[in-house]
């Protein structure tokens, strides 16, 4: 019933940047983190920006720390990620997540922490 959907994906050169925005639809609660993933080509899936809700907790894998920043709206159920300074090492599907309060221990980016995931969208950078 839950879904969420990523948009903003797509193709651009080195040194730009993309705006990824999540969605939530068939949930009425807010979430208490939602995160960004993604699966790199040959590798498996990395968690890339987690935010808690009701705080200023952030977490960031640190091959995007100064260059991508996560952040959620003030509604608790759409989530942004701006990167910046794009690099061809970042292309990948990027997906998605999120864990209501119903769980009490979460580990931001840690995949099986969270139940509920988007499709993904593709990011491509490339000169």
């Known amino acids: 019933q839950v879904e969420l959907m990523e948009s903003g994906g797509g193709s651009v050169r080195p040194g730009d940047s993309l705006r990824l925005t999540c969605t939530t639809s068939?949930?009425?609660?807010?979430?208490?983190?939602m995160a960004w993933f993604r699966q790199l080509p040959g590798k498996r899936r990395e968690g890339v920006a987690a935010?808690?809700?009701?705080?200023?907790?952030?977490d960031y894998a640190d091959s995007v720390k100064g260059r991508f920043t996560i952040s959620l709206e003030a509604d608790e159920r759409t989530a942004i990620l701006q990167m910046d300074d794009l690099r061809s090492e970042d292309s990948g599907v990027y997906f998605c997540?999120?864990?209501?309060?119903?769980?009490?221990?979460?580990?931001?980016?840690?995949?099986?922490?969270?139940?509920?995931w988007g499709r993904g969208t593709q990011v491509t950078v490339s000169s």
């Open positions: 068939g949930f009425s609660k807010t979430w208490k983190y």
């Open positions: 997540a999120a864990v209501s309060w119903k769980q009490s221990l979460i580990v931001p980016l840690d995949e099986y922490s969270y139940p509920h």
């Open positions: 935010r808690f809700a009701s705080g200023r907790e952030a």
